[in-house]
Protein backbone atom coordinates (compact mmCIF):
# COMPACT_ATOMS: atom_id res chain seq x y z
CA UNK A 1 0.00 0.00 0.00
CA UNK A 2 2.76 2.15 0.88
CA UNK A 3 4.92 1.42 -1.93
CA UNK A 4 2.07 2.41 -4.55
CA UNK A 5 1.27 5.77 -2.58
CA UNK A 6 4.85 6.37 -3.22
CA UNK A 7 5.07 5.25 -6.55
CA UNK A 8 1.93 7.83 -7.56
CA UNK A 9 3.31 10.54 -5.27
CA UNK A 10 6.62 10.65 -6.90
CA UNK A 11 5.24 10.21 -10.57
CA UNK A 12 3.31 13.66 -10.17
CA UNK A 13 6.58 15.32 -9.16
CA UNK A 14 9.53 13.55 -10.35
CA UNK A 15 11.02 16.12 -12.71
CA UNK A 16 10.52 19.14 -10.07
CA UNK A 17 11.89 17.16 -7.65
CA UNK A 18 15.02 16.12 -10.47
CA UNK A 19 15.53 19.67 -10.82
CA UNK A 20 15.36 20.30 -6.53
CA UNK A 21 17.96 17.72 -6.48
CA UNK A 22 20.21 19.07 -8.77
CA UNK A 23 19.55 22.43 -7.08
CA UNK A 24 20.26 21.65 -3.75
CA UNK A 25 23.66 19.69 -4.71
CA UNK A 26 24.29 22.71 -6.46
CA UNK A 27 23.81 25.21 -4.34
CA UNK A 28 26.83 24.61 -1.27
CA UNK A 29 29.05 24.63 -4.30
CA UNK A 30 28.03 27.85 -5.49
CA UNK A 31 27.89 29.60 -1.84
CA UNK A 32 31.73 28.43 -1.48
CA UNK A 33 33.18 29.85 -4.48
CA UNK A 34 35.03 33.01 -2.88
CA UNK A 35 37.04 30.42 -1.06
CA UNK A 36 39.71 29.25 -3.05
CA UNK A 37 41.96 30.09 -5.82
CA UNK A 38 45.77 31.54 -5.81
CA UNK A 39 46.41 33.29 -2.48
CA UNK A 40 48.67 35.33 -3.89
CA UNK A 41 45.95 37.00 -5.49
CA UNK A 42 43.33 36.57 -3.84
CA UNK A 43 42.01 39.59 -2.01
CA UNK A 44 39.53 39.92 0.82
CA UNK A 45 39.56 38.52 4.48
CA UNK A 46 37.94 35.89 6.48
CA UNK A 47 34.97 37.89 7.33
CA UNK A 48 34.22 39.09 3.22
CA UNK A 49 35.05 35.32 2.53
CA UNK A 50 31.74 34.51 4.70
CA UNK A 51 29.99 37.27 3.65
CA UNK A 52 29.90 36.30 0.06
CA UNK A 53 28.88 33.11 1.46
CA UNK A 54 26.27 34.88 2.97
CA UNK A 55 24.54 36.19 0.11
CA UNK A 56 23.78 32.43 -1.12
CA UNK A 57 22.25 31.75 2.54
CA UNK A 58 18.55 33.06 1.57
CA UNK A 59 18.63 30.51 -1.42
CA UNK A 60 18.36 27.45 1.10
CA UNK A 61 15.61 28.34 3.49
CA UNK A 62 13.75 29.15 0.00
CA UNK A 63 14.61 25.65 -1.55
CA UNK A 64 13.98 23.94 1.23
CA UNK A 65 10.02 25.80 1.48
CA UNK A 66 9.59 25.24 -2.39
CA UNK A 67 10.50 21.14 -1.71
CA UNK A 68 7.55 21.40 0.92
CA UNK A 69 5.22 23.56 -1.27
CA UNK A 70 5.50 21.54 -3.97
CA UNK A 71 5.19 18.12 -2.28
CA UNK A 72 2.59 18.92 0.18
CA UNK A 73 0.61 20.09 -2.63
CA UNK A 74 0.64 17.29 -5.09
CA UNK A 75 0.35 14.43 -2.28
CA UNK A 76 -3.72 15.09 -2.58
CA UNK A 77 -3.62 15.78 -6.34
CA UNK A 78 -4.73 12.71 -7.43
CA UNK A 79 -7.53 12.14 -4.87
CA UNK A 80 -8.44 15.16 -5.78
CA UNK A 81 -9.02 14.88 -9.30
CA UNK A 82 -10.65 11.54 -9.14
CA UNK A 83 -12.71 12.51 -6.05
CA UNK A 84 -11.52 10.46 -3.25
CA UNK A 85 -12.93 7.27 -5.32
CA UNK A 86 -9.62 4.95 -4.69
CA UNK A 87 -9.17 6.05 -1.24
CA UNK A 88 -12.43 5.18 -0.41
CA UNK A 89 -12.93 1.86 -1.30
CA UNK A 90 -9.90 0.81 0.10
CA UNK A 91 -10.37 -1.51 3.36
CA UNK A 92 -8.56 0.88 5.67
CA UNK A 93 -8.76 3.58 7.99
CA UNK A 94 -8.21 7.14 7.26
CA UNK A 95 -5.41 7.70 9.81
CA UNK A 96 -3.70 4.50 8.36
CA UNK A 97 -4.36 6.47 4.76
CA UNK A 98 -3.47 9.47 5.94
CA UNK A 99 -0.26 8.46 7.53
CA UNK A 100 1.52 6.21 4.57
CA UNK A 101 0.53 9.04 2.55
CA UNK A 102 2.41 11.32 4.36
CA UNK A 103 5.33 8.82 4.70
CA UNK A 104 5.65 9.11 1.08
CA UNK A 105 5.96 12.76 0.43
CA UNK A 106 8.48 12.65 3.45
CA UNK A 107 10.71 9.97 1.99
CA UNK A 108 10.84 11.78 -0.94
CA UNK A 109 12.00 15.07 0.89
CA UNK A 110 15.29 12.93 1.61
CA UNK A 111 16.00 12.76 -2.20
CA UNK A 112 16.93 16.53 -2.07
CA UNK A 113 18.10 16.50 1.25
CA UNK A 114 20.88 13.75 -0.01
CA UNK A 115 21.37 15.70 -2.96
CA UNK A 116 22.31 18.89 -0.55
CA UNK A 117 24.77 16.59 2.00
CA UNK A 118 26.51 15.07 -1.24
CA UNK A 119 26.52 19.01 -2.37
CA UNK A 120 28.16 20.24 0.63
CA UNK A 121 30.34 17.60 1.22
CA UNK A 122 32.04 17.99 -2.09
CA UNK A 123 32.13 21.78 -1.47
CA UNK A 124 33.75 21.35 1.59
CA UNK A 125 36.55 19.12 0.33
CA UNK A 126 36.94 21.02 -2.95
CA UNK A 127 38.05 24.47 -0.46
CA UNK A 128 40.18 25.34 2.06
CA UNK A 129 38.59 26.46 5.11
CA UNK A 130 40.46 29.35 6.56
CA UNK A 131 41.95 28.65 9.91
CA UNK A 132 39.21 29.40 12.94
CA UNK A 133 36.21 28.55 10.58
CA UNK A 134 34.64 25.09 10.64
CA UNK A 135 32.28 22.96 8.35
CA UNK A 136 29.02 22.22 9.57
CA UNK A 137 27.38 20.05 6.57
CA UNK A 138 25.47 17.39 8.97
CA UNK A 139 23.93 21.13 10.61
CA UNK A 140 22.94 22.60 7.23
CA UNK A 141 21.46 19.37 6.27
CA UNK A 142 19.11 18.65 9.09
CA UNK A 143 17.83 22.11 9.04
CA UNK A 144 17.28 21.74 5.32
CA UNK A 145 15.10 18.53 5.47
CA UNK A 146 13.01 19.80 8.68
CA UNK A 147 12.23 22.84 6.81
CA UNK A 148 11.06 20.95 4.07
CA UNK A 149 8.83 18.48 6.02
CA UNK A 150 7.30 21.35 7.79
CA UNK A 151 6.52 23.55 4.92
CA UNK A 152 5.30 19.72 3.33
CA UNK A 153 3.57 19.11 6.38
CA UNK A 154 1.55 22.58 6.36
CA UNK A 155 0.35 22.47 2.68
CA UNK A 156 -0.28 18.67 3.47
CA UNK A 157 -2.61 19.67 6.17
CA UNK A 158 -4.28 22.22 3.97
CA UNK A 159 -5.10 20.09 0.94
CA UNK A 160 -6.38 17.62 3.01
CA UNK A 161 -8.80 19.78 4.29
CA UNK A 162 -11.89 21.26 2.53
CA UNK A 163 -11.58 23.99 0.15
CA UNK A 164 -13.15 26.43 2.66
CA UNK A 165 -10.51 25.81 5.74
CA UNK A 166 -7.80 25.82 3.52
CA UNK A 167 -9.10 29.63 2.18
CA UNK A 168 -9.82 30.69 5.78
CA UNK A 169 -6.22 29.85 7.20
CA UNK A 170 -4.55 31.45 3.86
CA UNK A 171 -6.56 34.34 4.62
CA UNK A 172 -5.10 34.53 7.75
CA UNK A 173 -1.97 33.61 7.01
CA UNK A 174 -1.36 35.53 3.65
CA UNK A 175 -4.12 38.16 3.19
CA UNK A 176 -4.39 40.19 6.27
CA UNK A 177 -0.76 41.31 6.29
CA UNK A 178 -1.17 41.89 2.66
CA UNK A 179 -4.55 43.98 3.27
CA UNK A 180 -2.64 45.96 6.49
CA UNK A 181 0.28 46.72 3.40
CA UNK A 182 -2.25 48.32 1.20
CA UNK A 183 -4.06 50.11 3.39
CA UNK A 184 -0.97 51.37 4.98
CA UNK A 185 -0.07 52.36 1.62
CA UNK A 186 -3.30 54.01 0.12
CA UNK A 187 -5.09 55.29 3.25
CA UNK A 188 -2.12 56.32 5.24
CA UNK A 189 -2.82 60.12 4.09
CA UNK A 190 -6.70 60.12 5.17
CA UNK A 191 -5.72 57.63 8.75
CA UNK A 192 -2.31 58.43 9.70
CA UNK A 193 -2.58 55.83 12.61
CA UNK A 194 -2.52 53.02 9.86
CA UNK A 195 1.20 54.60 9.25
CA UNK A 196 2.20 52.97 12.16
CA UNK A 197 1.23 49.87 11.48
CA UNK A 198 4.14 47.27 10.06
CA UNK A 199 3.03 44.57 8.71
CA UNK A 200 6.60 43.45 7.55
CA UNK A 201 8.06 43.75 11.44
CA UNK A 202 4.82 41.73 12.33
CA UNK A 203 5.73 38.90 9.76
CA UNK A 204 9.11 38.87 10.98
CA UNK A 205 8.24 38.68 14.67
CA UNK A 206 5.79 35.81 14.10
CA UNK A 207 8.34 34.17 11.76
CA UNK A 208 11.41 34.38 14.73
CA UNK A 209 9.23 34.02 17.97
CA UNK A 210 7.05 31.02 16.90
CA UNK A 211 5.34 29.71 14.61
CA UNK A 212 6.23 27.02 11.82
CA UNK A 213 7.90 29.30 10.12
CA UNK A 214 10.73 29.43 12.70
CA UNK A 215 12.90 26.55 11.21
CA UNK A 216 13.17 29.01 8.32
CA UNK A 217 14.95 31.43 9.87
CA UNK A 218 18.15 30.82 11.61
CA UNK A 219 21.68 29.96 10.78
CA UNK A 220 21.96 28.68 7.26
CA UNK A 221 25.36 28.83 6.98
CA UNK A 222 27.97 25.98 5.54
CA UNK A 223 30.77 27.62 6.74
CA UNK A 224 30.92 29.20 10.29
CA UNK A 225 33.09 29.75 13.22
CA UNK B 1 11.60 84.25 37.83
CA UNK B 2 12.13 88.14 39.17
CA UNK B 3 10.44 90.48 36.81
CA UNK B 4 13.34 91.90 35.86
CA UNK B 5 14.74 88.97 34.93
CA UNK B 6 12.03 88.22 32.65
CA UNK B 7 12.41 91.59 31.26
CA UNK B 8 15.69 90.90 30.06
CA UNK B 9 14.18 87.40 28.83
CA UNK B 10 12.11 89.00 26.88
CA UNK B 11 14.34 91.79 25.49
CA UNK B 12 17.59 90.13 24.86
CA UNK B 13 18.00 93.25 22.95
CA UNK B 14 18.82 94.95 26.28
CA UNK B 15 22.47 93.89 26.34
CA UNK B 16 23.38 95.14 22.99
CA UNK B 17 21.65 98.82 23.64
CA UNK B 18 23.42 99.41 26.86
CA UNK B 19 26.67 98.36 24.39
CA UNK B 20 25.70 100.85 21.97
CA UNK B 21 24.99 103.35 24.32
CA UNK B 22 28.26 103.24 26.00
CA UNK B 23 30.13 103.13 22.55
CA UNK B 24 27.85 106.69 21.70
CA UNK B 25 28.91 108.00 24.90
CA UNK B 26 32.60 107.34 24.18
CA UNK B 27 32.73 108.07 20.59
CA UNK B 28 31.92 111.62 20.63
CA UNK B 29 34.07 112.32 24.01
CA UNK B 30 36.92 110.34 21.89
CA UNK B 31 36.21 112.82 18.79
CA UNK B 32 36.26 115.97 21.51
CA UNK B 33 39.65 114.82 22.32
CA UNK B 34 41.47 114.39 19.10
CA UNK B 35 40.44 118.65 19.01
CA UNK B 36 41.47 119.72 22.56
CA UNK B 37 44.66 121.19 23.99
CA UNK B 38 46.47 118.28 26.79
CA UNK B 39 44.59 119.09 30.02
CA UNK B 40 40.93 118.84 28.27
CA UNK B 41 42.36 115.55 26.64
CA UNK B 42 43.23 114.32 30.20
CA UNK B 43 40.01 115.58 31.20
CA UNK B 44 37.80 114.07 28.80
CA UNK B 45 39.46 110.82 29.11
CA UNK B 46 38.91 111.19 33.28
CA UNK B 47 35.10 111.24 32.59
CA UNK B 48 35.24 108.35 29.24
CA UNK B 49 36.64 106.34 32.06
CA UNK B 50 34.35 106.76 34.69
CA UNK B 51 31.56 106.27 32.10
CA UNK B 52 32.81 103.17 31.30
CA UNK B 53 33.32 102.08 35.09
CA UNK B 54 29.69 102.92 35.61
CA UNK B 55 28.31 100.96 32.71
CA UNK B 56 30.78 97.95 32.80
CA UNK B 57 28.78 96.23 36.09
CA UNK B 58 25.33 97.12 34.21
CA UNK B 59 26.69 95.61 31.21
CA UNK B 60 27.71 92.48 33.04
CA UNK B 61 24.34 92.85 34.73
CA UNK B 62 22.21 92.29 31.98
CA UNK B 63 24.41 89.54 30.42
CA UNK B 64 23.65 87.51 33.52
CA UNK B 65 20.66 87.99 33.83
CA UNK B 66 20.15 86.65 29.78
CA UNK B 67 21.87 84.28 30.43
CA UNK B 68 19.49 83.64 33.79
CA UNK B 69 16.47 84.06 31.73
CA UNK B 70 17.79 81.31 29.01
CA UNK B 71 18.42 78.77 31.22
CA UNK B 72 15.29 79.11 33.25
CA UNK B 73 13.58 79.51 29.36
CA UNK B 74 15.16 76.20 28.77
CA UNK B 75 14.05 74.58 32.41
CA UNK B 76 10.83 75.67 32.13
CA UNK B 77 10.93 73.97 28.40
CA UNK B 78 11.72 70.87 29.81
CA UNK B 79 9.07 70.91 32.43
CA UNK B 80 6.41 72.09 30.55
CA UNK B 81 3.14 69.97 30.13
CA UNK B 82 2.18 68.23 27.04
CA UNK B 83 -1.61 66.99 26.91
CA UNK B 84 -1.88 63.54 27.53
CA UNK B 85 1.57 62.66 29.28
CA UNK B 86 2.78 62.48 32.37
CA UNK B 87 6.45 62.92 33.64
CA UNK B 88 8.09 60.21 35.96
CA UNK B 89 11.36 60.06 38.00
CA UNK B 90 13.82 57.03 38.41
CA UNK B 91 16.83 58.80 40.45
CA UNK B 92 18.51 61.79 38.35
CA UNK B 93 16.41 60.19 35.17
CA UNK B 94 13.45 62.05 34.52
CA UNK B 95 11.31 60.18 31.75
CA UNK B 96 8.10 61.54 29.99
CA UNK B 97 5.54 59.15 28.99
CA UNK B 98 1.49 58.58 27.91
CA UNK B 99 -1.12 59.50 30.77
CA UNK B 100 -1.31 56.27 32.60
CA UNK B 101 1.77 54.25 31.36
CA UNK B 102 4.21 55.44 34.22
CA UNK B 103 4.28 52.42 36.09
CA UNK B 104 4.79 50.44 32.92
CA UNK B 105 8.00 52.16 32.16
CA UNK B 106 9.19 52.81 35.90
CA UNK B 107 10.84 49.27 35.80
CA UNK B 108 13.07 49.36 32.52
CA UNK B 109 14.35 52.89 33.78
CA UNK B 110 15.01 51.79 37.62
CA UNK B 111 17.11 49.05 35.91
CA UNK B 112 18.72 51.04 34.14
CA UNK B 113 19.54 53.40 37.18
CA UNK B 114 20.59 50.57 38.77
CA UNK B 115 22.95 49.53 36.10
CA UNK B 116 24.47 52.72 36.10
CA UNK B 117 24.39 54.04 39.33
CA UNK B 118 26.43 52.11 41.23
CA UNK B 119 29.57 52.73 38.48
CA UNK B 120 29.04 56.22 39.21
CA UNK B 121 29.10 56.20 42.93
CA UNK B 122 26.86 58.81 43.59
CA UNK B 123 28.01 61.06 40.59
CA UNK B 124 25.82 61.50 38.37
CA UNK B 125 27.40 64.00 35.83
CA UNK B 126 25.22 65.57 33.67
CA UNK B 127 22.11 63.27 33.38
CA UNK B 128 19.71 65.27 35.79
CA UNK B 129 19.65 67.81 32.27
CA UNK B 130 18.67 64.82 30.01
CA UNK B 131 14.79 64.28 29.45
CA UNK B 132 13.94 61.02 28.07
CA UNK B 133 10.49 60.23 26.53
CA UNK B 134 9.46 56.31 26.28
CA UNK B 135 6.46 54.95 24.77
CA UNK B 136 6.22 51.14 24.10
CA UNK B 137 2.98 49.19 22.41
CA UNK B 138 1.86 48.05 19.37
CA UNK B 139 1.61 51.11 17.92
CA UNK B 140 3.63 54.24 17.72
CA UNK B 141 1.80 57.06 18.61
CA UNK B 142 2.72 60.85 17.22
CA UNK B 143 3.34 63.44 20.14
CA UNK B 144 5.26 66.82 20.21
CA UNK B 145 8.29 66.82 22.10
CA UNK B 146 10.90 69.82 22.75
CA UNK B 147 14.05 68.52 20.43
CA UNK B 148 16.68 67.54 22.94
CA UNK B 149 14.13 65.08 24.18
CA UNK B 150 15.86 61.83 23.79
CA UNK B 151 13.25 59.44 22.48
CA UNK B 152 12.57 55.58 23.11
CA UNK B 153 9.76 54.72 21.01
CA UNK B 154 9.64 51.15 20.66
CA UNK B 155 6.92 48.76 18.59
CA UNK B 156 6.02 44.78 19.80
CA UNK B 157 9.18 44.56 21.37
CA UNK B 158 10.42 42.21 23.72
CA UNK B 159 10.58 43.54 27.47
CA UNK B 160 14.40 42.20 26.66
CA UNK B 161 14.99 44.57 23.80
CA UNK B 162 12.84 47.82 25.38
CA UNK B 163 15.14 47.34 28.43
CA UNK B 164 18.38 46.97 26.01
CA UNK B 165 16.86 50.20 24.46
CA UNK B 166 16.54 52.02 27.44
CA UNK B 167 20.00 50.98 28.87
CA UNK B 168 21.14 52.12 25.60
CA UNK B 169 19.29 55.66 25.83
CA UNK B 170 20.83 56.40 28.94
CA UNK B 171 24.16 54.85 28.02
CA UNK B 172 24.22 57.13 24.99
CA UNK B 173 23.97 60.50 27.67
CA UNK B 174 27.06 59.26 29.46
CA UNK B 175 29.39 58.63 26.58
CA UNK B 176 29.70 62.11 25.71
CA UNK B 177 31.45 62.34 29.04
CA UNK B 178 34.06 60.30 28.41
CA UNK B 179 37.62 61.90 27.71
CA UNK B 180 38.23 61.25 23.80
CA UNK B 181 40.79 58.18 24.19
CA UNK B 182 37.95 56.18 26.77
CA UNK B 183 35.08 57.13 23.93
CA UNK B 184 36.87 55.85 21.17
CA UNK B 185 37.24 52.16 23.20
CA UNK B 186 33.86 53.03 24.60
CA UNK B 187 31.60 53.89 21.65
CA UNK B 188 28.95 55.42 22.16
CA UNK B 189 27.29 53.48 24.55
CA UNK B 190 29.58 52.87 27.73
CA UNK B 191 28.65 50.74 29.84
CA UNK B 192 25.81 48.66 27.64
CA UNK B 193 25.76 44.67 28.23
CA UNK B 194 28.35 43.68 25.35
CA UNK B 195 27.28 40.94 23.10
CA UNK B 196 30.27 38.20 23.58
CA UNK B 197 29.01 35.89 20.94
CA UNK B 198 29.53 38.56 18.26
CA UNK B 199 32.84 39.49 20.04
CA UNK B 200 33.88 35.84 19.49
CA UNK B 201 33.27 36.08 15.76
CA UNK B 202 35.56 38.82 15.86
CA UNK B 203 37.93 36.90 18.00
CA UNK B 204 37.86 34.71 15.14
CA UNK B 205 37.12 36.33 11.93
CA UNK B 206 39.31 39.54 12.81
CA UNK B 207 37.16 43.05 12.67
CA UNK B 208 35.86 44.22 9.70
CA UNK B 209 37.79 45.66 7.33
CA UNK B 210 37.55 49.92 7.03
CA UNK B 211 35.91 51.16 4.39
CA UNK B 212 38.08 54.23 3.04
CA UNK B 213 36.92 57.69 2.61
CA UNK B 214 38.87 59.88 0.80
CA UNK B 215 39.04 61.90 -2.42
CA UNK B 216 39.73 59.38 -5.39
CA UNK B 217 40.35 56.42 -3.28
CA UNK B 218 38.60 53.11 -4.62
CA UNK B 219 36.53 53.25 -0.95
CA UNK B 220 37.59 49.59 -0.27
CA UNK B 221 40.78 48.71 1.64
CA UNK B 222 41.49 45.60 0.04
CA UNK B 223 43.44 43.51 2.11
CA UNK B 224 45.82 40.06 1.54
CA UNK B 225 43.50 37.05 2.39
CA UNK B 226 42.66 35.96 6.52
CA UNK B 227 44.79 39.36 7.22
CA UNK B 228 42.99 40.36 9.92
CA UNK B 229 42.00 36.64 10.86
CA UNK B 230 45.44 35.41 10.64
CA UNK B 231 47.41 38.70 12.45
CA UNK B 232 50.22 37.43 14.61
CA UNK B 233 48.60 39.02 18.17
CA UNK B 234 45.21 37.87 17.33
CA UNK B 235 46.09 34.58 16.78
CA UNK B 236 48.34 34.67 20.20
CA UNK B 237 44.99 36.09 21.83
CA UNK B 238 42.72 33.44 20.86
CA UNK B 239 45.49 30.76 21.98
CA UNK B 240 44.86 32.99 25.29
CA UNK B 241 48.19 35.40 25.26
CA UNK B 242 47.28 38.46 27.11
CA UNK B 243 49.72 40.96 25.99
CA UNK B 244 49.07 39.66 22.46
CA UNK B 245 45.13 40.73 23.11
CA UNK B 246 45.75 44.16 24.01
CA UNK B 247 48.22 44.57 21.22
CA UNK B 248 45.67 42.84 18.83
CA UNK B 249 43.17 45.99 20.10
CA UNK B 250 45.17 48.50 19.69
CA UNK B 251 46.97 48.96 22.86
CA UNK B 252 50.44 48.57 21.15
CA UNK B 253 52.30 51.10 22.83
CA UNK B 254 53.55 52.53 19.99
CA UNK B 255 53.55 55.94 18.83
CA UNK B 256 53.98 55.07 14.97
CA UNK B 257 51.71 53.47 12.20
CA UNK B 258 54.24 52.00 10.71
CA UNK B 259 55.39 49.45 13.89
CA UNK B 260 51.89 49.07 14.36
CA UNK B 261 51.16 47.28 11.24
CA UNK B 262 54.28 45.96 11.01
CA UNK B 263 52.90 44.46 14.73
CA UNK B 264 49.65 43.17 13.09
CA UNK B 265 50.03 42.35 9.82
CA UNK B 266 53.90 42.10 9.35
CA UNK B 267 56.04 44.24 6.94
CA UNK B 268 54.87 43.15 3.57
CA UNK B 269 51.05 44.47 4.63
CA UNK B 270 51.53 47.89 2.27
CA UNK B 271 52.31 46.46 -1.03
CA UNK B 272 48.96 44.07 -0.41
CA UNK B 273 46.76 47.23 -0.27
CA UNK B 274 45.31 48.44 -3.67
CA UNK B 275 45.58 51.65 -4.96
CA UNK B 276 44.12 53.74 -2.92
CA UNK B 277 44.06 57.06 -5.12
CA UNK B 278 46.04 58.69 -7.87
CA UNK B 279 49.84 58.35 -6.36
CA UNK B 280 49.21 55.76 -4.28
CA UNK B 281 50.11 52.28 -5.73
CA UNK B 282 52.43 49.10 -5.15
CA UNK B 283 55.37 52.09 -5.80
CA UNK B 284 54.59 54.56 -3.89
CA UNK B 285 54.59 53.23 -0.25
CA UNK B 286 54.84 56.33 1.79
CA UNK B 287 51.49 58.10 -0.23
CA UNK B 288 49.73 55.06 1.22
CA UNK B 289 51.22 54.93 4.78
CA UNK B 290 50.08 58.54 4.59
CA UNK B 291 46.77 57.35 3.03
CA UNK B 292 46.07 54.44 5.43
CA UNK B 293 47.32 56.44 8.56
CA UNK B 294 43.78 58.17 8.69
CA UNK B 295 42.14 55.19 9.19
CA UNK B 296 44.62 53.84 12.27
CA UNK B 297 42.00 53.24 14.92
CA UNK B 298 40.37 50.96 12.08
CA UNK B 299 42.95 48.56 11.34
CA UNK B 300 43.78 46.78 14.73
CA UNK B 301 42.70 42.96 14.29
CA UNK B 302 40.31 43.29 16.79
CA UNK B 303 37.88 46.33 16.54
CA UNK B 304 35.00 48.45 18.55
CA UNK B 305 32.81 45.39 19.42
CA UNK B 306 35.84 43.87 21.22
CA UNK B 307 36.91 47.29 22.58
CA UNK B 308 33.58 48.19 23.88
CA UNK B 309 33.26 44.68 25.42
CA UNK B 310 36.42 44.91 27.04
CA UNK B 311 35.17 48.57 28.75
CA UNK B 312 32.06 47.17 29.70
CA UNK B 313 33.31 43.98 31.70
CA UNK B 314 36.01 46.33 33.51
CA UNK B 315 32.96 48.60 34.63
CA UNK B 316 31.42 45.61 35.84
CA UNK B 317 34.55 44.12 37.09
CA UNK B 318 35.58 47.62 38.75
CA UNK B 319 31.59 48.07 40.52
CA UNK B 320 30.96 51.07 42.35
CA UNK B 321 32.74 54.06 40.79
CA UNK B 322 34.11 51.80 38.24
CA UNK B 323 33.07 54.80 35.78
CA UNK B 324 34.67 58.03 37.69
CA UNK B 325 37.61 55.71 37.69
CA UNK B 326 37.29 55.28 33.69
CA UNK B 327 37.08 59.11 33.39
CA UNK B 328 39.39 60.62 35.27
CA UNK B 329 42.65 58.13 34.49
CA UNK B 330 44.22 59.43 32.01
CA UNK B 331 46.50 56.69 30.82
CA UNK B 332 49.31 59.49 29.18
CA UNK B 333 52.12 61.38 30.17
CA UNK B 334 51.75 65.01 30.65
CA UNK B 335 53.99 67.80 30.08
CA UNK B 336 54.41 70.53 32.87
CA UNK B 337 51.24 72.38 31.63
CA UNK B 338 49.14 69.09 32.59
CA UNK B 339 49.10 68.72 28.66
CA UNK B 340 49.94 65.31 26.89
CA UNK B 341 53.08 64.99 25.16
CA UNK B 342 52.43 65.29 21.48
CA UNK B 343 52.52 61.40 20.37
CA UNK B 344 52.47 59.89 23.41
CA UNK B 345 50.71 56.37 23.08
CA UNK B 346 47.72 56.37 25.50
CA UNK B 347 48.00 53.37 28.15
CA UNK B 348 44.67 52.01 27.53
CA UNK B 349 45.70 48.60 30.09
CA UNK B 350 46.49 50.81 32.97
CA UNK B 351 42.76 52.98 32.09
CA UNK B 352 40.72 49.92 32.02
CA UNK B 353 42.50 48.45 35.05
CA UNK B 354 41.87 51.61 36.91
CA UNK B 355 38.39 51.21 36.21
CA UNK B 356 38.44 47.52 36.56
CA UNK B 357 39.97 47.95 39.99
CA UNK B 358 42.31 44.80 38.75
CA UNK B 359 45.59 43.88 37.23
CA UNK B 360 45.68 44.34 33.00
CA UNK B 361 46.35 40.81 33.00
CA UNK B 362 43.91 39.53 34.70
CA UNK B 363 40.96 41.92 32.99
CA UNK B 364 41.97 40.75 29.82
CA UNK B 365 42.11 36.93 30.93
CA UNK B 366 38.32 37.63 32.48
CA UNK B 367 37.44 38.73 29.07
CA UNK B 368 39.24 36.37 26.84
CA UNK B 369 37.18 33.87 29.35
CA UNK B 370 33.96 34.99 28.86
CA UNK B 371 34.29 34.98 24.84
CA UNK B 372 35.61 32.23 25.03
CA UNK B 373 32.41 31.03 26.39
CA UNK B 374 30.37 32.84 24.21
CA UNK B 375 31.03 30.49 21.58
CA UNK B 376 27.85 30.19 19.65
CA UNK B 377 26.20 26.83 19.93
CA UNK B 378 25.61 25.43 16.54
CA UNK B 379 24.27 22.37 17.29
CA UNK B 380 22.06 23.03 20.60
CA UNK B 381 20.23 26.08 18.44
CA UNK B 382 19.70 23.60 15.35
CA UNK B 383 18.47 20.65 18.09
CA UNK B 384 15.76 23.11 19.03
CA UNK B 385 14.96 24.55 15.80
CA UNK B 386 14.27 20.66 15.01
CA UNK B 387 12.56 19.73 18.04
CA UNK B 388 9.93 22.96 17.21
CA UNK B 389 9.52 21.42 13.32
CA UNK B 390 8.54 18.25 15.06
CA UNK B 391 6.24 19.80 17.06
CA UNK B 392 4.68 21.91 13.97
CA UNK B 393 4.36 18.38 11.95
CA UNK B 394 3.02 16.37 14.48
CA UNK B 395 0.34 19.07 14.62
CA UNK B 396 -0.52 19.33 10.76
CA UNK B 397 -0.27 15.38 10.85
CA UNK B 398 -3.02 15.62 13.14
CA UNK B 399 -4.96 18.20 11.34
CA UNK B 400 -4.67 16.23 8.00
CA UNK B 401 -5.90 13.04 9.85
CA UNK B 402 -9.10 15.20 11.47
CA UNK B 403 -9.83 17.38 8.36
CA UNK B 404 -11.46 15.38 5.60
CA UNK B 405 -13.56 15.99 2.33
CA UNK B 406 -14.65 12.56 3.10
CA UNK B 407 -18.42 13.25 3.67
CA UNK B 408 -20.87 10.38 2.97
CA UNK B 409 -24.11 11.07 1.53
Given amino acids: MGKQLLFIHWKAVRWALATFVVAAFALPLLSVQEIGGDAATASGTVRSILGNASEWLPLFPVLAASIGLVLGMSAWHWDHRYNHVYALSLPISRTRYVSLKFGAGALLTLLPAVGLLLGSLVAIASVEIPDGLRAYPLQLTGRFLFAALTLYALLFALAAGTVRTTAIVLVVVWGLPMLALLAAGYLGDAFPALQSIDPGYWMVRVLEDFGPFRILVGNWALIDV | ?409
Wanted: proline share 6%.
Fill in chain 2, 1 to 409: MSRRASAFALKPARAGFLVGMLASLVAPLGAAARQAPDEELALVRARAQAELLRLTPLLAEARSAWSAANTERVNAEARRVVNGTDTIQVGPLRVIVFDGEGEAARPYFENAWAHYSAMLDGDPLSLPQRLFAFQHGFLRRKWYLPAHVKRIELVWARPAEVQRAVNDAVGRTLSPHLPQAQRRWAGSTVGQEPSFEAVYRELVLGAAPPILHCAGCSGHLRLPRNAFSASAPLVACRQGDTDACWAAMGATGNGEIAADIALWYGDDFGRWIEPLGPGCGRDHDSYCEQAISYFWEDLPPLGDASRASLISLALEMGGRGSLVRLIETRGYRTDDNGRRILGEPIDYPEILSSAAAVGPDELMTEWLRRVQAAKPDRAGTDRDARFGAILWITLFIALAIRSTRWRLG
